[in-house]
């Protein structure tokens, strides 16, 4: 099925609106995956530079607790486990180390003996149940006298455990870290662990975003969390200047649905006019004049015009040159019964060299009714008709002639009988059915063919020629309409056809 032009460009601009539409919606993709991951990275680096400032305060706390641990005699002294003593010495710790608001000794052994609180206490059977150090916890959650608790071991001079140094402190200077390191408009949270689920227990600034992205970073071993929310989320992929890369990409993509039209246009336009040239151009080759140029708008078809121009002039010269050799028929315009022998006599003398030839002798049928009914114009209307269809479908390479009266040939040149068999089949197929003479008239063509070819025993071009006309004879009388086939090697069958119609 014949596919039309706009068809084409339409589908060729189809196809590039996709393409740009999947390369925009890949580079959005990749904008904006990078756009997050950019402010990912800047936040984590944020939160993680406030964990680690609040892993270095807690370090500082617990490396001042372990030097104080080891001091001399405190070992000893909760192995005396004299309450006064022990009482005398907790202030001295309160007093030495900064931000600390209780201090408590105590000895191995049942530290629910020492007035701790529930949760306190919680916490310092969690830490005395394994070797490692105490990570630091809020207890008092929301109360006035809320601070977090830190606790190392108290061991001897033998490295056995003698008791625990549980120290509180207070949460003024850990949320003093996290306000100094707080940046504009952003908001700090703190978080410990409680059961399943996650407490707070320090926030600094406020959320001015609900849409905002959160970081969070775990600080030490986990127990606490910290979530950290910029001033804002991430710009929008069409947001801020990214809203003039739209247009102008929109605006490209104006321009070359502007440009593909424009290109549309133009080539319509010069297919157009190209084809009315080669339009004018077979006028021309009818009517027997044939220019020198003819105005030709695309570089691609005028290639193939020079070819089409070159092989008119070369067929005009060729039809002027039989004409002066009176080698053709005035009425039909085909080779004479002169050229057609002339032409069998060469193939003859090279069928040896090259390949035999295969002769078929056409007859029309009931041609004579329609001189006799419809008048000799008719007649002569018809033998053109029939010629110009025959012109139509046989192969350039062949030969066709007019005989005389209503008997036309064709040489199917280098074709051995099975091909040309085949020809002569396809020649029945292809003629037309019906052609129109004169004054409304419409003729139901038949023919009837005789077919041979060349054989290595024949003494001359004639023996072939005499073999189709007993063809063709045979086919008149088995009815007409057929063509029959003269074997050369296995002689005329009597009543074998290879077509009917």
Same mark, same amino acid.
């Given at each position: ?132 150090? &105490?990570?630091? /916890?809020?207890?008092? =959650?929301? *109360?006035?006298? %809320?601070?977090? $608790?830190?606790?190392?071991? #108290? ?38 662990? &409680?059961?399943? /689920?996650?407490?707070? =227990?320090? *926030?600094?600034? %406020?959320?001015? $975003?609900?849409?905002?992205? #959160? ?287």
């Amino acid at each position: 099925m014949a596919r039309s032009l706009t068809g084409i460009h339409l589908q060729v601009f189809l196809i590039l609106l996709l393409c740009l539409a999947g390369i925009g919606y890949v580079g959005y993709l990749v904008v904006r995956d990078m756009q997050q991951a950019s402010w990912h990275e800047s936040a984590s680096q944020t939160a993680g530079t406030v964990s680690g400032r609040i892993n270095e305060l807690v370090t500082q706390q617990r490396q001042a607790l372990e030097k104080t641990a080891q001091q001399p005699g405190l070992a000893a002294l909760l192995q005396r486990n004299v309450p006064a003593e022990i009482a005398r010495k907790e202030q001295e710790i309160k007093s030495l180390l900064p931000g600390i608001v209780s201090v408590q000794l105590l000895p191995r052994g049942n530290p629910a003996a020492q007035g701790l609180d529930p949760a306190c206490l919680d916490y310092l059977k969690r830490v005395t149940a394994t070797d490692v150090p &105490a990570s630091p /916890e809020f207890h008092a =959650v929301g *109360a006035p006298a %809320e601070h977090y $608790d830190l606790t190392v071991p #108290v061991r001897d001079e033998n490295r056995a455990p003698a008791g625990h140094l549980l120290a509180g402190f207070a949460r003024a200077p850990l949320q003093a870290v996290l306000e100094q390191s707080l940046p504009r408009n952003a908001y700090l949270e703190l978080q410990q662990a &409680a059961g399943s /689920e996650m407490q707070t =227990v320090l *926030a600094v600034g %406020e959320i001015t $975003d609900a849409d905002a992205g #959160v970081v969070s970073s775990m600080l030490g071993d986990g127990r606490w969390s910290l979530l950290y929310q910029p001033a804002q989320a991430p710009i929008p992929i069409l947001g801020g200047n990214r809203i003039y890369y739209l247009a102008a990409i929109l605006g490209v993509l104006g321009v070359i649905m502007v440009v593909l039209f424009r290109l549309y246009r133009r080539t319509i336009k010069s297919v157009r006019h190209d084809i009315h040239s080669l339009i004018r151009m077979f006028r021309d080759l009818r009517e027997g004049s044939v220019r020198v140029g003819y105005p030709m708008a695309l570089k691609e078809f005028a290639e193939i015009f020079d070819y089409l121009r070159d092989r008119g002039q070369k067929l005009m010269k060729e039809k002027e040159k039989l004409k002066d050799m009176g080698l053709m028929d005035h009425l039909s315009q085909l080779g004479n019964r002169r050229h057609f022998e002339a032409r069998l006599k060469e193939l003859f003398d090279t069928s040896k060299a090259n390949g035999p030839s295969s002769v078929l002798i056409i007859d029309m049928d009931h041609f004579k009714a329609v001189n006799d009914k419809h008048g000799h114009d008719a007649g002569d209307a018809l033998i053109v008709g029939f010629a110009n269809a025959l012109h139509k479908v046989v192969r350039q390479t062949d030969v066709l002639a007019r005989l005389g009266g209503d008997e036309f040939c064709i040489i199917y040149t280098y074709a051995s009988l099975d091909k040309a068999k085949g020809l002569a089949e396809r020649l029945r197929k292809q003629l037309p059915r019906e052609i129109s003479l004169p004054k409304g008239v419409i003729h139901q063509l038949r023919w009837t063919g005789g077919l041979s070819a060349m054989h290595d025993k024949d003494a001359k071009p004639d023996d072939v020629l005499l073999r189709a006309d007993q063809a063709l004879f045979q086919a008149k009388e088995a009815g007409r309409n057929i063509t029959k086939v003269y074997d050369p090697v296995a002689g005329l069958p009597a009543k074998k056809q290879i077509m009917s119609s």
